[in-house]
């Protein structure tokens, strides 16, 4: 078993396919790097794969009509990013970029097409994963109208899950994500970490109390 292979194997929607499906989209993927900073693909290019992160980190961003920078998605190890082209074949929805030196392994969209053709199990896997995807944008997306300070102790607590606690992020990568400014995320993180909810040094954030974050973020009022 190679290495793709191997990774397949613990990823969902992979990890159900046979050994010999498995070996074939390991045989047909590709390993592309990518350094700090660089594109992966842009938003409204074709789409041509489906991409899962080896190791690293890749924002999905959208850039608004103002010209500020939102953070969709933030996908690390074993996670795929962008399955919905493999669904309906149409271009890329946002900008895929490396927030850190990043490994991805590059699968065919003809490759998929090909098992998902085969395997209505893998196909319905696909599918539940990307409904799991867009209900996740579809709760951030009713955030929007939230306070910041909600919406950043929501970030928080999703992406301290992800990381098991300590989230390599800056204050600025926190404020698109949140959809905020550089300066209310500087300010509302500061009063986190006096009220003790959370401890910050340079680009790292480790979350002490998720339960106080947790009770913030259910009991303060709705607008």
């Known amino acids: 078993m190679t290495e793709n292979g191997a990774l397949l194997q613990k990823t969902d ?39 899962l992160v080896k190791s690293g980190r890749v924002h999905l961003l959208k850039v608004l009509a103002d010209g500020k920078v939102s953070t969709t998605c933030v996908m690390t190890r074993g996670e795929v990013f962008c399955c919905l082209p493999s669904l309906d074949r149409k271009p890329y929805p946002a900008d ?4 850190e030196p990043t490994t991805v392994m590059r699968i065919p969209i003809q490759a998929m097409h090909g098992i998902m053709r085969r395997s209505f199990d893998f196909t ?40 098991s606690g300590t989230i390599p992020l800056t204050r600025q990568e926190f ?9 209310t995320a500087i300010r509302i993180l500061s009063r986190f970490k006096q009220q003790g ?10 979350i002490t109390n998720s339960e106080g974050l947790a009770a913030f973020l259910n009991h303060s009022p709705k607008p």
Request: glycine content about 6%.
């Open 197 to 206: 909810l959370i401890q910050s040094s340079r680009g790292k954030t480790t």
């Open 124 to 163: 319905q896997d696909v599918m539940c994963l990307f409904c799991e995807r867009l209900r996740i944008v579809e709760r951030a997306g009713c955030r929007l109208y939230e306070p910041a300070e909600l919406r950043l102790a929501h970030t928080l607590l999703v992406l301290g899950k992800k990381f």
């Open 13 to 51: 929607p992979f990890r159900r396919l046979s050994r010999e499906d498995q070996h074939r989209l390991a045989e047909a993927s590709s390993e592309k790097h990518f350094a700090k900073g660089e594109v992966i693909f842009y938003e409204g290019q074709p789409s041509d794969a489906v991409w």
């Open 96 to 99: 895929a970029v490396a927030a």
């Open 175 to 183: 404020a698109e994500i949140a959809g905020t400014t550089h300066e």
